[in-house]
């Protein structure tokens, strides 16, 4: 009897251990998925940060790039504007130029008498 009592305690010790195999995979099954499921929300809440910053960015470019079409814009008036000044002064000089020129050309007299 002895021998059948030590056989029934073995049989008893493996069927516990091979009932508590499975609870212990489902645990650690359970255990990775929650792991998993942590992961995927710290990946979501990262992409809509990355969006968030995206779409910013985005409105700031957008922004910058009507401001320098207005910057554009007005660089070219000025460009115009300044070109105009610069033609007016050479008109100016040359006016003036001629003007000393030609009063370099008439005959000094003699000293004026007093």
Not at 11 to 20: N, R, Y
Not at 68 to 96: G, H, N, P
Request: a positive charge; zero cysteines; proline letters at 3%.
């Amino acid at each position: 009897m002895r021998i059948h009592l030590s056989v029934l305690i073995m049989a008893l010790a493996a069927t516990h251990a091979h009932a508590q195999a499975p609870d212990e995979a489902l645990q650690r099954g359970q255990i990775k998925a929650g792991a998993a499921y942590s992961e995927v929300q710290k990946a979501e809440f990262l992409t809509k940060q990355a969006e968030q910053e995206y779409r910013q960015a985005d409105t700031s470019r957008k922004a910058a790039q009507k401001r320098a079409e207005e910057l554009k814009v007005q660089a070219e008036a000025a460009q115009k504007k300044f070109d105009a000044a610069k033609a007016r002064e050479a008109a100016a000089r040359k006016i003036y130029d001629d003007a000393v020129e030609a009063v370099n050309k008439i005959p000094q007299s003699a000293a004026p008498k007093k």
